[in-house]
């Protein structure tokens, strides 16, 4: 009898130590969910009412959590890398969202990152130029992506305005010119709604204009280049060919080296810029330079193409770079992540080349692009006269 009751004893316990862990797992993915549902909550495009409040609760939910809890956020959108992810120091970043502004305004828009370190080398390398070249003129920005606003608050209590609320900032400000300097490569989906947002606010303004995104008017054919994307070419590709270690890129060429440009890509009929970047390179007689996007349209910029042509052309070692003002999740991921959709994994499974390599570095922080925007700044203020 006095066995039994010790056996007995033992199960209850066994069965009362599973139901405790089975207790504590249901917690911990209750937690998780909770964050998990209130960063999908803030991960939209429009901001409401409740925004704000709802990036406070998200990450105050977040940090209650313990490591292992973590690791179970899971949702529509949602995942340990939106909180936990290291991407820079948020606090090297200037917002740009004071008022005190003054009669004219340079508004910079970008669509904008997530990632700390680019935000402030990249969107702010090109903040800084403009700035620079209009020592009269007070600059500040705004980014058009909701959902890369309020990551960055919610993580790092950073306010950036949306192109409405800085808007509304000029005007209550009394602001009475206003320059708007895009920071998108083309006239796209992007850049059109940008302008339409800016006409709806033009008669609260004496002067309004929007200058040139960086590669300038788009062009009716493929073979259409113009000084920007000639510009351009040059100054990304010598910024390429630096970093490779190389003097020159004839000598990358006779090394066997090829460099790949990775943009966003678009369905927007502004897509054949991409087409055109090309062409632009093949007039700068840069043959071991090529054209891609993460979206492979236009078609012939899918990465399975541009490997093709790559490989074509007898080059065994590739620099991945991306075609984009940051290097922001896109190339991180996209271009330079470990996952097999990657564009350096999927160069590497091919098996056809030799050498991979990634430069993660976005356009804004090259001084000679960030000229270039301040060229078309200045081109716009003319137009003011």
């Given amino acids: 009898m006095k066995k039994s009751f010790v056996i007995s004893a033992l199960v209850l ?11 504590k797992a249901a917690k911990d993915k209750a937690a998780a969910d909770k964050v998990a549902a209130l960063i999908d909550s803030i991960y939209v495009q429009e901001r409401t009412a409740d925004t704000d409040k709802l990036c406070a609760q998200a990450k105050k939910a977040w940090d209650k ?35 005190g502004i003054g009669e004219t305004e340079i508004l910079v828009v970008s669509f904008g990152t997530s990632f700390n370190a680019s935000r402030a080398q990249d969107v702010g390398g090109v903040e800084k130029a403009i700035q620079a070249a209009n020592p009269d003129a007070s600059v500040r920005r705004a980014f058009t992506a909701q959902i890369i606003i309020n990551h960055v608050q919610a993580r790092d209590g950073e306010k950036i305005d949306n192109i409405q609320q800085a808007l509304e900032r ?7 010119t206003l320059i708007v300097q895009p920071t998108h490569l083309m006239h796209g989906a992007e850049y059109d709604e940008l302008s339409d947002a800016v006409n709806g606010y033009a008669d609260k303004f004496e002067n309004v204009v929007i200058a040139e995104p960086l590669l300038g008017k788009v062009g009716k054919t493929s073979s259409v280049t113009n000084e920007d994307k000639r510009a351009v070419a040059i100054a990304i590709t010598e910024r390429a060919v630096a970093l490779a270690g190389y003097s020159s890129l004839a000598q990358a060429d006779s090394d066997g080296t090829a460099f790949v440009f990775m943009g966003h890509g678009t369905s927007h009929a502004a897509k054949i810029t991409y087409s055109q970047m090309a062409a632009q390179m093949a007039n700068l007689d840069y043959g071991n330079v090529f054209i891609g996007t993460v979206e492979g349209e236009p078609e012939e910029t899918a990465c399975e193409n541009v490997m093709e042509a790559v490989k074509a052309a007898g080059y065994k070692n590739v620099v991945l770079r991306p075609l984009m003002v940051v290097a922001g999740d896109h190339a991180n991921n996209d271009m330079a992540g470990d996952d097999d959709d990657s564009w350096k994994s999927m160069f590497v499974a091919s098996g056809a080349f030799e050498k991979i390599d990634c430069q993660i570095e976005g356009l804004g922080g090259i001084p000679a692009v960030q000229s270039i925007y301040a060229a078309h700044t200045e081109e716009a203020k003319k137009k003011l006269n």
């Fill in 13 to 23: 316990g066994v069965m009362l130590s599973f139901t405790g862990c089975g207790n």
């Fill in 65 to 99: 959590l313990s490591d292992a809890q973590k690791e179970l956020v899971e949702g529509e959108n949602a995942d340990p890398d939106y909180f936990g992810c290291d991407t820079g120091d948020a606090s090297l970043d200037n917002p740009l969202n004071q008022d």
């Fill in 170 to 176: 000029a005007v209550k400000n009394g602001v009475k």
